[in-house]
């Protein structure tokens, strides 16, 4: 059948097919609502935004939240009639009776509503062909799992995050220490130590620093996901996530803005540590401390695709996710460890190889 397109309005409640009454779900192929009976395309309004909030804007009783996840929620199947019940922090769901997909109005939602969203960039047929493509450049991974990839159960599911900016002044202090290594003519080695004190002031600015608030996923295991593309950052639209799983987040603004603070910290650190070794060339620091203010403070609540892939490998299972739109494979996939000892046991070598070479050098 040809496809037809129409333009839907911009509420992102539009749920059936205007021609046949079917069901509409997001396609992220042609990135439309599609009606499976009839093909019938829909077109999303489709508003790029890259303007974030305030926090102190950021107005929420995390209590409200609280009390909201713990209920069951009520809704009647606008296709059949039948009455659905959604539970915890879900905010779609599917008529078991009708397959008809059901999505909660933002405005009933408790706390902070999402700002923006970024689309799945391909449906679950390609995510799979992603995922057999994508183990095998994984030297990790054992080879009898890339030769036949176990068959997996693909979910999308849009993970509710938190995107902050901040502008940050750190003053710091502390001491490195530099081995000096010196060998007689008897071959007799003696090792002096040279302390460094450093101190001062670093002026460093942050985007994005992305932390998860979803209780499908943990923070390290979107970290391994990111960077998304962000000229693909629209304002929400409930048409986006039609047909995926999406839940409402469940840590408050504030404690992820805690767990971002930290990160920027380690990040600042680091920063430091990386510009004296070059300066020092040191072996170990002894002592590191650092204070750091926040500034300009910006947020965005912002719903990020994911596929999770569940399977089963000699009788373990396991969760492994991707980035549902540059399908960047994450971290829970099976590890060959023999693989593991043989890059420890380069890396040894390599450190010995070099410390041999410093001894003959002197």
Same mark, same amino acid.
């Given at each position: 059948?040809?496809?037809?397109?129409?333009?839907?309005?911009?509420?992102?409640?539009?749920?059936?097919?205007?021609?046949?009454?079917?069901?509409?779900?997001?396609?992220?192929?042609?990135?439309?609502? +599609?009606? /499976?009976?009839?093909?019938?395309?829909?077109?999303?309004?489709?508003?790029?935004?890259?303007?974030?909030?305030?926090?102190?804007?950021?107005?929420? &009783?995390?209590?409200?939240?609280?009390? +909201?996840?713990?209920?069951?929620?009520?809704?009647?199947?606008?296709?059949?009639?039948?009455?659905?019940?959604?539970?915890?922090? &879900?905010?779609?769901?599917?008529?078991?009776?009708?397959?008809?997909?059901?999505?909660?109005?933002?405005?009933?939602?408790?706390?902070?509503?999402?700002?923006?969203?970024?689309?799945?960039?391909?449906?679950?047929?390609?995510?799979?062909?992603?995922?057999?493509?994508?183990?095998?450049?994984?030297? *990790?991974?054992?080879?009898?799992?890339?030769?036949?990839?176990?068959?997996?159960?693909?979910?999308?599911?849009?993970?509710?995050?938190? /995107?902050?900016?901040?502008?940050?002044?750190?003053?710091?202090?502390?001491?490195?220490?530099?081995?000096?290594?010196?060998?007689?003519?008897?071959?007799?080695?003696?090792?002096?130590? =040279?302390?460094?004190?450093? /101190?001062?002031?670093?002026?460093?600015?942050?985007?994005?620093?992305?932390?998860?608030?979803?209780?499908?996923?943990?923070?390290?295991?979107?970290?391994?996901?990111?960077? %998304?593309?962000?000229?693909?950052?629209?304002?929400?639209?409930? &048409?986006?996530?039609?047909?995926?799983?999406?839940?409402? %987040?469940?840590?408050?603004?504030?404690?992820?803005?805690?767990?971002?603070?930290? =990160?920027?910290?380690?990040?600042?650190?680091?920063?430091? *540590?990386?510009?004296?070794?070059?300066?020092?060339?040191?072996?170990?620091?002894?002592?590191?401390?650092?204070?750091?203010?926040?500034?300009?403070?910006?947020?965005? %609540?912002? *719903?990020?695709?994911? %596929?999770?892939?569940?399977?089963?490998?000699?009788?373990?299972?396991?969760?492994?996710?991707?980035?549902?739109?540059? $399908?960047?494979? $994450?971290?829970?996939?099976?590890? /060959?460890? +023999?693989?593991?000892?043989?890059?420890?046991?380069?890396? *040894?070598?390599?450190?010995?190889?070099?410390?041999?070479?410093?001894?003959?050098?002197?």
């Amino acid at each position: 059948m040809e496809n037809n397109e129409n333009t839907i309005l911009s509420n992102g409640n539009n749920s059936q097919c205007e021609s046949c009454g079917g069901n509409l779900v997001f396609n992220p192929n042609f990135q439309k609502l +599609w009606c /499976a009976n009839c093909q019938n395309q829909y077109d999303i309004p489709k508003v790029v935004q890259l303007v974030k909030l305030p926090i102190e804007s950021a107005t929420e &009783d995390i209590s409200s939240v609280d009390n +909201w996840k713990t209920q069951n929620k009520v809704f009647r199947c606008k296709t059949c009639g039948a009455s659905v019940i959604l539970q915890g922090l &879900d905010v779609t769901s599917k008529c078991p009776y009708c397959g008809s997909d059901y999505v909660l109005d933002p405005n009933t939602l408790p706390g902070l509503k999402p700002n923006t969203v970024i689309p799945f960039s391909f449906d679950e047929k390609k995510a799979s062909e992603h995922f057999r493509n994508g183990v095998k450049k994984i030297f *990790l991974i054992p080879n009898s799992f890339k030769k036949k990839v176990p068959e997996n159960r693909i979910r999308g599911i849009y993970v509710p995050s938190f /995107a902050f900016d901040s502008n940050t002044n750190s003053s710091y202090n502390g001491v490195l220490v530099k081995d000096h290594t010196n060998t007689n003519s008897k071959g007799q080695t003696t090792t002096t130590h =040279e302390y460094i004190r450093i /101190a001062g002031n670093k002026l460093l600015n942050f985007t994005n620093v992305t932390i998860e608030s979803s209780s499908k996923i943990d923070n390290k295991d979107m970290k391994a996901l990111l960077p %998304y593309q962000l000229n693909f950052n629209y304002q929400f639209n409930n &048409d986006f996530i039609r047909g995926y799983s999406t839940e409402h %987040y469940c840590d408050s603004i504030d404690k992820c803005f805690e767990i971002a603070q930290q =990160e920027m910290k380690t990040q600042i650190k680091q920063n430091i *540590l990386n510009e004296y070794r070059t300066r020092y060339h040191y072996d170990r620091v002894q002592s590191f401390n650092l204070s750091t203010t926040f500034n300009n403070n910006l947020y965005e %609540y912002r *719903l990020l695709p994911v %596929y999770c892939f569940e399977f089963t490998y000699k009788n373990k299972k396991y969760i492994t996710y991707m980035n549902g739109q540059t $399908g960047k494979i $994450g971290t829970g996939y099976p590890k /060959a460890y +023999w693989k593991i000892v043989v890059i420890v046991l380069s890396i *040894l070598v390599a450190f010995g190889l070099v410390f041999l070479l410093y001894l003959l050098s002197n």
